[in-house]
């Protein structure tokens, strides 16, 4: 974990971005938080730890991890953008419309069906992101 955010303070440096101890403890929170965040639920996280550190300092934190590939953002269509970390093994989601929980999965099958429609299209895959939409067993009671 402290390997992560030398490596991602030198890159920070390297680019030019402005590497303060703030951030270093936004970035904390954000990577022991783990799951999908909102800058919304971010920034909560980093208030009961840190009083003192605002919410542009949080949103420009999460930008700029997401600049330098460290984390992931997922639109999950209820207009907020959710943020995870990018050093995770790759997953998809499925996500409830009602409650807006996210759930994870990974799928062999899957994964080698969309290899094959790509073969098939001569497309060389960069990267995909597959979200199911519906509702959870939780909200179907
Ligand atoms: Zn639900
Ligand atoms: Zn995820």
């Keep these: 974990m402290d390997e992560i955010i ?22 904390e929170v954000f990577f022991s938080c783990g799951g999908h965040l909102s800058v919304e639920d971010l920034y909560r996280e980093v208030k009961q ?20 590939g460290y984390a992931t953002s997922l639109d999950v269509g209820d207009g907020s953008t ?29 994964e080698v069906l ?3 429609v790509a073969r098939k299209n001569d497309f060389r895959i960069l990267d995909h992101t597959l979200h199911i939409f519906g509702i959870c067993k939780e909200c179907q009671k």
């Excluded at 030398?6 to 970035?27: A, F």
């Excluded at 730890?49 to 330098?68: F, H």
């Excluded at 995870?84 to 799928?107: M, N, S």
């Design 114 to 116: 969309q290899n094959l």
């Design 49 to 68: 730890r840190y009083p003192d550190i605002g919410y542009v300092t949080v949103y420009r934190t999460l930008k700029v991890l997401e600049e330098l």
């Design 6 to 27: 030398e490596r991602i303070e030198k890159e920070l440096r390297e680019s030019g971005k402005k590497s303060s101890r703030t951030r270093r403890k936004v970035i």
């Design 82 to 110: 959710r943020f995870e970390t990018a050093l995770r093994q790759h997953h998809d989601h499925l996500i409830c419309t009602v409650c807006g929980r996210i759930y994870e999965f990974f799928e062999p099958e899957i």
